[in-house]
């Protein structure tokens, strides 16, 4: 499955913003579905996952501020991040994995370009 990321930018501390990702080629409804994010100079971490059965986890400090959804009908997810803090600054990437839920990031499979996202204080 190919998977196309879009949506990030600048925005100032406590604003929002969603970010996107298309898959192709793939049976996307039996895929579980996350967001990974990587700061510079830092390790990539979980953001957030949502199973094809719409069960969702997200990383702490995340939690209560981002939402992911996703639309099996458009091969979408996305991302709705508000009350942004500039420590959400980042290169956001989806990805996609068969089988069980996870937040490790080695055992996702497909991987999409990651898109930016620049929260200033």
């Known amino acids: 499955v190919q998977l196309q990321a879009s949506g990030g930018g600048l925005v100032q501390a406590g604003g929002f913003l969603r970010v996107s990702c298309t898959a192709s080629?793939?049976?996307?409804?039996?895929?579980?579905m996350a967001w990974f994010r990587q700061a510079p100079g830092k390790e990539r971490e979980f953001v957030a996952f949502?199973?094809?059965?719409?069960?969702?986890a997200y990383t702490a400090s995340v939690k209560g501020r981002f939402t992911i959804s996703r639309d099996n009908a458009k091969n979408t997810v996305a991302l709705q991040m508000d009350s942004l803090k500039p420590e959400d600054t980042a290169v956001y990437f989806c990805?996609?994995?068969?089988?069980?839920?996870?937040?490790?990031?080695?055992?996702?499979?497909?991987w999409g370009q990651g898109t930016l996202v620049t929260v200033s204080s």
């Open positions: 080629g793939g049976f996307f409804s039996r895929y579980v």
């Open positions: 949502i199973s094809w059965m719409g069960n969702t």
């Open positions: 990805a996609a994995k068969v089988g069980q839920v996870a937040n490790t990031h080695n055992l996702y499979n497909y």
